[in-house]
């Protein structure tokens, strides 16, 4: 019985449709999951309730037994998880943690490199929309035209010519392996700091099927909600802690800190207060979970049902970004079918499939129109969905975009989604 159903019926009833459109409709954006039910009862559990200002064993609040052995438990487990000496698992989110990254080894005004937004990047790699764009002298490396993989030529022309200090890797929308030994070299060859930004395949790296940032990278940030499957929230990690002769702290101190030292610092007090302990105690876990042989049989699904989608994709004449995937996500570009993405992610809307419009790289459009959509398979195959699942959804994709005006079709093509979704429960009751 819900609490909150005789508490606060009116809020319960939103609760309750979301669950039912999660429920009712075929998730395909590529940075969403369904958590676990042990993940959720974390999340909305009793520490919510407490303040834990500071780090396990050093807080600014008594009381902190129980939150420290939860946090101790998400750091533990996610060292493992990755093979690092080092992590931080308080940013709240993906961004903070971005931030935190770049106020430990920038100063404001300093150059990075990062991956263009319409190449596949993220706001906080250098969008002039956001703090990044803002505060640092972001240059945009791009994609080759041809392969729509990371043009090194492109970014060696830029690593000499603007003498990053750090290099950003890593993006929201490439579908290729992050190719972190490359980026390593120009990094090396111009003495820059490299930061992997793994937001979006960590839980593929973790599970092994995707090289690992670890060797190569001075730092990694990542989401703990997107293949890693837990709460939404963000983690930085270190494979093997050093010096940081540039921080901005080292040179006020006089002392040359660890890098370690001084992300704990810039995350909290630098940009955070308090800690979510609740979502820290839900991503020990997420972490747990990830520990477990069955989520690396999870990864392995995701990435061959994002293949089977492909395969069916190609079959249908459709262009794909890179002309295919290493990982959960494909960036489909639809000029030559005629629609654009903001069209075609209304038309997909209205057949209960969830996708998102997406730039392309070279993108004729502005970023509310598109020519692309971006899909992912990490929710559908939470579900447990498998290959011949992929292969109806990507029939159904495109009856859809070949019928966008017809909303008979498009009703008809919901009621098959809806069915193959009662099939496949992601909580059930
Ligand atoms: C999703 C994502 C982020 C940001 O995560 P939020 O939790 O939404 O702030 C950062 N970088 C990349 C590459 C991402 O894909």
């Known amino acids: 019985m819900s609490f909150l159903a005789l508490t606060d019926p009116e809020i319960h009833t939103v609760l309750a449709r979301e669950l039912k459109r999660e429920e009712n409709t075929l998730e395909l954006i590529a940075s969403e999951n369904f958590a676990s039910l042990s993940v959720m009862e974390m999340a909305g559990g009793v520490m919510t309730n407490k303040y834990a200002e500071g780090y396990p064993g050093r807080r600014y609040y008594g009381g902190c037994d129980y939150v420290d052995e939860a946090e101790n438990l998400a750091r533990e487990r996610l060292k493992l998880l990755f093979g690092v000496d080092y992590c931080n698992v308080q940013p709240h989110s993906g961004s903070q943690a971005n931030m935190a990254v770049f106020m430990t080894f920038l100063e404001p005004g300093d150059t990075v490199l990062g991956l263009d937004l319409a190449h596949g990047g993220h706001l906080t790699h250098g969008s002039s929309v956001n703090f990044s764009g803002q505060l640092y002298n972001f240059i945009s490396y791009h994609v080759s035209k041809s392969t729509g993989r990371v043009n090194f030529d492109d ?40 930061l992997a930004d793994i937001a979006h395949p960590s839980g593929l790296i973790a599970a092994g099927l995707h090289p690992s940032p670890i060797p190569y990278c001075d730092i990694v940030t990542s989401t703990t909600h997107k293949t890693l499957r837990g709460p939404r929230g963000g983690i930085i990690m270190v494979g093997k802690d050093k010096e940081n002769p540039w921080g901005r702290k080292a040179q006020k101190s006089g002392r040359i800190k660890m890098i370690s030292e001084l992300i704990d610092s810039t995350v909290m007090p630098g940009i955070q207060g308090g800690p979510l302990m609740h979502i820290i105690g839900a991503k020990a876990v997420a972490f747990g979970e990830a520990l477990r042989p069955e989520f690396k049989t999870y990864s392995q699904n995701i990435i061959n ?14 262009n794909l970004i890179s002309g295919g995937t290493d990982t959960h996500l494909l960036l489909i570009d639809l000029t030559s079918k005629n629609i654009d993405g903001k069209t075609a992610e209304n038309v997909l809307g209205k057949a209960g499939i969830t996708v998102n419009k997406n730039m392309i790289p070279f993108d004729q459009r502005s970023p509310f129109i598109t020519s692309g959509i971006r899909l992912g398979t990490p929710a559908v195959t939470t579900r447990g969905m498998g290959k011949d699942e992929m292969r109806m959804i990507v029939s159904w994709i495109d009856t859809a975009l070949n019928n966008s005006d017809d909303d008979n079709i498009l009703s008809r093509l919901k009621k098959d989604v809806n069915n193959l979704c009662s099939s496949f429960p992601v909580y059930g009751h």
């Open 305 to 318: 049902n994002a293949k089977a989608m492909v395969d069916e994709f190609l079959t249908l004449g459709y």
């Open 155 to 194: 970014v060696q022309d830029l690593a000499q010519k603007h003498r990053p200090k750090l290099i950003v890797c890593g993006g929201s929308a490439y579908p290729r392996f992050i190719e972190f030994e490359q980026f390593r070299e120009i990094a090396d060859s111009v003495n820059s700091y490299l």
